[in-house]
């Protein structure tokens, strides 16, 4: 048989003083939500990162070309992207095609419709939402695309430099 340790005077000494914080008026509080708040919000910086430097996208103007956009935010619906103020912006209800490029000549092309859009001064940009357009082409491609960037912005680390190599023999 197994010792059974005796904490009643763990309890009372516990017990104790919690009555003691509650008689001082001390409050406690739960950090936890605090916390993930952090969290959150530090997964969604790197999360934007990724996109705005990793990812090149562009709006397709019509006998104009193409205006390079910055992805700020994507999930399975839709995106969030700016352009440059001094370029303009879309109105809502506006569809628009759009490109992602993986590297300097290979994209996916999808259409967006544009749910709202507003100034940012401070950033010099243009920020829109945008809903993708379904049933258009590379829906499939879309959403894996959506699904990778999603399970990567999970578990990515900000590279501070400070694991470099000097010298290699």
Do not use: C, W
Not at 47 to 61: H, N, Y
Not at 86 to 110: I, K, Q
């Amino acid at each position: 048989m197994g010792k059974v340790l005796d904490i009643t005077s763990r309890l009372r000494v516990q017990n104790s003083l919690e009555n003691t914080k509650k008689e001082a008026g001390a409050e406690v509080l739960d950090i936890t939500e605090a916390r993930q708040e952090i969290l959150s919000r530090d997964r969604r910086d790197v999360k934007r990162t990724i996109l705005t430097e990793f990812v090149g996208a562009f709006v397709v103007l019509p006998e104009k070309g193409l205006l390079k956009a910055a992805l700020y935010d994507i999930s399975e619906n839709g995106m969030a992207f700016d352009l440059e103020l001094t370029e303009g912006g879309f109105a809502a209800g506006d569809e628009v095609a759009m490109r992602v490029y993986l590297n300097h000549s290979t994209y996916f092309p999808f259409i967006i419709r544009v749910t709202n859009s507003r100034s940012i001064e401070d950033e010099g940009v243009i920020r829109h939402g945008a809903n993708f357009v379904k049933g258009t082409m590379n829906d499939v491609a879309l959403h894996h695309f959506v699904k990778f960037i999603e399970n990567v912005s999970a578990s990515l680390k900000t590279d501070s430099g400070d694991v470099l190599v000097s010298h290699i023999s």
